[in-house]
């Protein structure tokens, strides 16, 4: 699975919003299995979007045929787009499902690891991270993906308050990331907490 990453800076809100509803038009799309995103709680006017396809194949035939179609309407609403691609590795949890509506917020880590690195992170993640985060109630899935130059890496988890979310983040954090050695294996680091918008979900 393609999981796409796309983050810009609003500067039209009632136009973006119109615009993004116009993205519904996804849904007849080969491959495709779901968009959702919302507003960052920390940067006034950006945006976090997240899109999910079958297969790089099926994203690019998109992109080629049916993209710029829907994004002329997009056209002037936003600035400073960025758009990251990553494949698939493995569930935050278990049974992901690129499923928005019963979510309340995201949460988005993008690291960048060391090269020698790269199999003691993926492994802390598997095994430090990802049964803290299952264990935590609020949290209902999440997807670790790769992207193509290897030491570039996503994590995306799905809660269902931000209350929540609070609560894990507080209690447990610094002590997983002693336990799994991130600071030796990361070598930067952002993230961003997203309030979902229940219309821009396709």
Not at 166 to 185: M, S
Request: charge should be positive.
């Amino acid at each position: 699975m393609l999981v796409k990453w796309m983050r810009c800076t609003v500067v039209d809100r009632p136009g973006f919003a119109r615009a993004q509803r116009k993205w519904a038009g996804l849904l007849g799309e080969p491959g495709f299995r779901g968009q959702g995103g919302g507003w960052s709680r920390s940067r006034e006017g950006v945006v976090h979007l997240f899109g999910f396809w079958e297969s790089r194949a099926f994203y690019d035939s998109f992109m080629a045929r049916s993209h710029d179609r829907l994004h002329a309407a997009q056209v002037g609403t936003y600035k400073d787009l960025q758009v990251r691609l990553f494949e698939y590795r493995f569930d935050v949890k278990t049974g992901f499902r690129p499923v928005f509506t019963d979510a309340d917020l995201l949460r988005v880590a993008h690291c960048r690891v060391r090269p020698e690195r790269i199999e003691h992170y993926t492994l802390m993640q598997e095994k430090v991270w990802n049964p803290a985060m299952a264990g935590s109630p609020g949290m209902l899935r999440g997807v670790f993906a790769q992207a193509n130059t290897e030491d570039e890496f996503l994590v995306l988890s799905m809660w269902d308050s931000a209350a929540e979310y609070g609560k894990y983040r507080v209690e447990r954090v610094e002590r997983l990331a002693l336990r799994a050695q991130t600071g030796a294996d990361i070598a930067h680091v952002t993230g961003d907490v997203i309030d979902l918008e229940p219309s821009w979900t396709v």
